[in-house]
């Protein structure tokens, strides 16, 4: 159980680290950036007394994604604090509360919390979680909203850079910017220029770039390409150059690209270097830019040879006008000569995917492990206090990803150990991991027992883990999905939990029958009591409710070897299993209940599906399915019939002596156990 920080020395603690740390870089991130909600359930643990339960909380990101934020989270938790207008404010609009809860947040601060969380700059992936969070839970829930808000946008620009990078190779920079203006030549009003060494000063520099500019128009490599260029647009080189002669980089696609654009820039960078200064290039935002960058790399080297400049040839050229990655793709494939990308509209607003889908959910109270169930599989909580490890191969490449429970040895190089899926029972491998990383670090009580990293750190960081991953994780198109898992333990712990959690299902008893191989009939029997295991649910009934006792085919003679254990010796089951189920093996509930419930049938033997008339008497309890797929009735070879009203089956089918209320009932949630199609995990194939 975890104290309420109010006392003197947990405020001057808390001062103490907002000193230190520092404010949040945004000013609206202060104790008010949150939802009312957080408020409200903060008051409903303070009124049940619950307040100060000890609380364990995890965001979670989500394919590849570079995790960003968590200097700005600790820059939050370090300055959290109500001061007297919030607590006038949340008295406005929670006027039921009561006034001592008030009292409560004015004492309320962070110094209780702790923070283990991912190094930011690193590359995670689904499910494995990048912060948590344990504390107060009132306190931590407050938490939540402004913590999502700052991991969330964060880590999806960082991530949107990330991507661009990749596809854009080491070798270009990328850039975000932009400055245009147009003027006369005859309004510069100052139109000297020092040369960069000090020793001269030109008092015309406009009168220079005329001259180059007709040097240029004349030059004989270039056989009188251009012609008179747009003067508007000379003065603004001009001018720009003057501002800034260290740093001259134009837009060269106001007017025309090659006729106008080109030339300008060339007379302009020409004089420039006549003064010592080196102009840095130019940028097209319009046209086909594989082709103009051809085009204007072509000039640069003629005009490095027709008037001896050095490295003018190399001058750099750097295309905008909207791109993201599917361009910045298609023009590597084309070919050009851009040296740099200038990227904004698509990496700022994160054009291809709005929001990153980070959440919060707890996972552990007072040291009881909690979990969330839904029928979306992806929507089921990992449970308990958990710590993370990335496991790498023998070629460096991280392997897996792996959660165990806090009280589990970690994992060691060079010894293995079993890692399962967390949901598909079918899915787990051993690994031998070569080199074991923790990733989760405590960056929080009042010192950070781990210092937050500055900016070039994190971004050598991401940089580092992108060149550690398979290339086939992180290609554009179709990347193989990561492989994050569990062990064994926490496996077991997650479907023990998941099926004490579930709700239970309770049906009335049933009376069932089975021909016997010589044609003879059996007696019914009631069964009571025990599990029910179907195609859609797991769970343990009350004592005293039914269960179903699945039999085996009886024995015929086949030419297909039964599975080992499978007890069938028959040719494949007359009810078809799920794909790559044992062909001898009756699949639960697929004798009775897939012919009367369509949506759950497999495969129907030898005669595909019924008619809806065969379906409705089959529904109304008149006849049963039988071999050939489609109803018959009791007077066709049926067994002896029984005061229980049950008819014969053949092949281990069972037949329904009527009751509805089995088909009228809701449907189950969905199984923890239940799998698609086996696979191996580590198995990329």
């Known amino acids: 159980m975890a104290a309420v920080a109010g006392s003197a020395s947990a405020g001057a603690n808390g001062s103490a680290a907002a000193h230190r740390v520092g404010a949040p870089t945004n000013p609206m991130a202060t104790a008010l950036l949150t939802d009312q909600y957080q408020f409200s359930m903060a008051y409903a643990y303070w009124k049940a007394g619950k307040h100060a339960d000890r609380a364990v909380k995890n965001p979670f990101g989500g394919e590849f994604t570079v995790f960003a934020g968590l200097e700005e989270c600790i820059k939050f938790i370090a300055n959290f604090k109500f001061t007297e207008d919030d607590i006038l404010f949340l008295q406005s609009v929670m006027p039921m509360c009561e006034d001592a809860f008030f009292d409560y947040l004015r004492k309320t601060d962070c110094s209780d919390v702790e923070v283990y969380s991912i190094p930011e700059g690193s590359v995670v992936f689904p499910k494995v979680p990048l912060m948590r969070v344990e504390g107060p839970v009132a306190v931590v829930q407050l938490l939540e ?6 991991i969330n ?22 850039l975000e910017f932009g400055l245009r203006r147009a003027q006369s030549l005859d309004e510069i009003p100052d139109k000297s220029l020092k040369s960069k060494d000090g020793s001269r000063v030109c008092k015309d520099f406009v009168s220079l770039v005329k001259e ?14 251009f012609g008179e260029t747009n003067q508007s647009e000379l003065a603004a080189f001009a001018s720009y150059a003057l501002a800034f002669p260290t740093n001259f980089l134009a837009l060269v696609d106001t007017y025309d690209v090659m006729r106008s654009g080109i030339p300008n820039f060339c007379a302009v960078a020409l004089a420039l270097h006549d003064l010592g200064y080196k102009a840095s290039g130019i940028r097209l935002d319009s046209g086909d830019l594989a082709y103009l960058s051809i085009e204007a790399r072509k000039v640069f080297r003629t005009l490095e ?20 990655e599917e361009t910045i793709d298609a023009l590597n494939k084309q070919g050009h000569e851009v040296d740099s990308f200038g990227i904004g ?24 492990p909690r979990i969330k169930l839904s029928e979306d599989v992806a929507k089921v909580s990992i449970p308990c206090k958990k710590r993370c490890f990335r496991l790498y191969g023998k070629e460096g490449y991280p392997l897996v990803d792996i959660m165990m429970r806090e009280s589990e040895p970690s994992p060691k190089a060079g010894k293995r150990i079993l890692c399962r899926h967390p949901f598909l029972e079918s899915r787990r491998a051993y690994v031998v991991p070569q080199h074991v990383e923790e990733l989760l670090q405590c960056y929080w009580p009042d010192k950070p027992r781990v210092e937050l ?14 060149e550690k991953l398979r290339p086939d994780h992180i290609r554009r198109l179709n990347p193989t999905p990561y492989k994050v898992s569990v062990s064994a333990k926490l496996y077991e712990f997650i479907h023990s939990l998941w099926l004490n959690e579930a709700p239970k299902l309770r049906q009335p008893s049933i009376a069932m029958r089975r021909r016997g191989t010589s044609g003879g009939g059996a007696t019914p029997r009631e069964v009571g009591g025990g599990r029910r295991r179907s195609s859609g649910v797991t769970s343990v009934p009350p004592r005293g409710a039914w269960r179903w006792r699945w039999p085996r085919c009886p024995p015929r003679r086949s030419s297909r070897s039964p599975r080992p254990g499978c007890g069938c010796v028959s040719r494949p089951c007359c009810c078809v299993p799920a794909p790559r189920a044992c062909h001898h093996q009756v699949p639960p509930r697929a004798c009775l209940a897939a012919p009367l419930l369509p949506e759950l049938w497999r495969g129907y033997p030898a005669g595909g599906a019924m008619d809806p008339a065969t379906t409705e008497q089959l529904q109304g309890g008149q006849i049963q399915p039988s071999g050939d797929g489609a109803g018959r009735s009791s007077g066709e070879g049926a067994g002896r019939s029984s005061g229980e009203g049950t008819e014969r089956s053949s092949c281990g089918r069972w037949r329904l002596a009527g009751s509805p209320s089995l088909f009228s009932s809701p449907a189950p949630n969905p199984s923890p156990l239940s799998s698609s199609a086996p696979a191996v995990l580590g198995n990329d194939n």
């Not at 909203?145 to 700052?150: E, K, S």
């Not at 964060?154 to 990328?174: E, F, I, P, Q």
């Not at 180059?212 to 390409?225: E, H, M, R, T, Y």
């Open 145 to 150: 909203t402004p913590f999502v808000n700052l």
């Open 153 to 174: 946008y964060a880590s999806l620009v960082t991530t949107n850079a990330a991507r661009h990078r990749h596809v854009a190779g080491k070798s270009k920079v990328l």
């Open 212 to 225: 180059w500019l007709q040097k240029i128009q004349l030059a004989d490599s270039l056989c009188g390409v």
């Open 305 to 324: 040879k027709e008037f001896n400049v050095p490295a003018f040839g190399k001058m750099i050229i750097t295309a905008s006008n909207d791109l993201n």
């Open 345 to 368: 509209t698509y990496l700022v607003t994160c054009y291809s995917q709005a929001a990153l889908g980070c959440v919060f959910k707890l996972v552990e109270i007072n040291s009881r």
């Open 453 to 466: 990293p500055s900016l070039e750190e994190i971004r050598g960081r991401c940089m580092q883990q992108l």
